[in-house]
């Protein structure tokens, strides 16, 4: 395994607590399922991507705010135990920790609910302290389930430093043009890469246009993830398809945060870009033959010996 303690990777984004109940279906609107699983993980998509960087050997730093509670200790806690820096966690007097609730049915499928709590105070002002993290970072990641001007904040400071940030913009929402033009790389999927560029996602000719149109807006490389289908890479120097490798699905929460953290780490090897998302499709794969979030990230011999 390439040693990665010379490259600097800073995970900026939230942090919750999952609670997970799996059921057969998926409730309709006023519908009560019985004879669900329930259990208790670590999760917020921030977090995540940490303890996904952390496992497959890159060092990383997280900035997140957690609630002066008993979730936001125990995920402290666990944080170090990953060999995460927690240094620049920041502890919310008035707001409690994020929690997330969960259900996932028989095919996999979920659908979450997320209370931010604290996550929603992490301002711009807290990153204002963090600067020092910043300006040792190779690589920051960041994702949308904290205040966007607090994302467009760390863009502008970090592009200002010549720091290549990579944004996962999820969950879904508007993008402004000047957060677009700060950003070295954006992995949307293909709900996201339709609301940023207005182009109805429905096969891989229609994906290419809409990552087209993104880059269009200022964004230097754009992977637009396509589920079972794989990756999209559109950037100057190619327009490829990474297929993704078939598995047996059993959870799919979290694999995003797993594929975003497996690139962070390639690219922070110097892979190039087929490299670096085939890399993180094989992490992504292995993550969904497992239940939980942070509970699935893959160690990095785990994904080195995957085919």
């Known amino acids: 395994m390439k040693d990665l303690r010379n490259h600097n990777i800073l995970v900026v984004g939230s942090s919750n607590t999952d609670m997970v109940i799996k059921t057969n279906h998926l409730p309709r609107p006023g519908e009560t399922v019985l004879g669900?699983?329930?259990?208790?993980?670590?999760?917020?998509?921030?977090?995540?991507?940490?303890?996904?960087?952390?496992?497959?050997?890159?060092?990383?730093s997280f900035i997140c705010?957690?609630?002066?509670?008993?979730?936001?200790h125990q995920s402290q806690q666990l944080f170090e135990?990953?060999?995460?820096?927690?240094?620049?966690?920041?502890?919310?007097?008035?707001?409690p920790s994020g929690v997330a609730l969960i259900t996932v049915d028989a095919h996999a499928e979920n659908c979450?609910?997320?209370?931010?709590?604290a996550n929603?105070?992490?301002?711009?002002?807290?990153?204002?302290?963090?600067?020092?993290?910043?300006?040792?970072?190779?690589?920051?990641?960041?994702?949308?389930?904290?205040?966007?001007?607090?994302?467009?904040?760390?863009?502008?400071?970090?592009?200002k430093k010549n720091k290549r940030v990579i944004l996962n913009p999820a969950p879904a929402q508007t993008?402004?043009?000047?957060?677009?033009?700060?950003?070295?790389?954006?992995?949307?999927?293909?709900?996201?890469?339709?609301?940023?560029?207005?182009?109805?996602?429905?096969?891989?000719?229609?994906?290419?246009?809409?990552?087209q149109v993104i880059m269009e807006m200022g964004v230097q490389n754009v992977i637009v993830t396509l589920?079972?289908?794989?990756?999209?890479?559109?950037?100057?120097?190619?327009?490829?398809?990474?297929?993704?490798?078939k598995v047996e699905a059993v959870d799919t929460t979290a694999a995003g945060d797993i594929f975003n953290g497996a690139l962070t780490v390639a690219l922070a090897e110097g892979r190039d870009l087929r490299e670096a998302v085939r890399f993180a499709c094989k992490a992504s794969a292995i993550s969904v033959t497992r239940v939980g979030a942070q509970s699935s990230a893959p160690y990095r011999?785990?994904?080195?010996?995957?085919d």
């Open 81 to 95: 135990e990953e060999g995460i820096d927690t240094s620049y966690i920041f502890s919310d007097p008035k707001n």
């Open 227 to 245: 589920g079972s289908k794989g990756a999209l890479i559109y950037c100057d120097s190619m327009v490829d398809m990474v297929p993704a490798i």
């Open 120 to 159: 929603a105070n992490l301002l711009p002002s807290d990153l204002a302290k963090s600067e020092e993290a910043i300006e040792k970072a190779d690589l920051i990641l960041m994702q949308l389930e904290i205040p966007m001007d607090t994302v467009e904040f760390v863009a502008k400071m970090a592009s």
């Open 301 to 306: 011999n785990e994904v080195d010996i995957f």
């Open 65 to 72: 705010k957690t609630g002066s509670d008993i979730f936001g």
């Open 36 to 60: 669900g699983t329930f259990f208790m993980n670590p999760g917020g998509k921030g977090a995540n991507q940490a303890v996904a960087v952390a496992r497959l050997g890159g060092q990383v």
């Open 112 to 117: 979450i609910v997320v209370a931010s709590g």
């Open 175 to 211: 993008l402004s043009a000047t957060l677009l033009r700060h950003l070295y790389m954006i992995t949307p999927n293909e709900t996201e890469a339709e609301m940023i560029s207005g182009v109805k996602i429905t096969d891989e000719v229609s994906a290419k246009k809409a990552a």
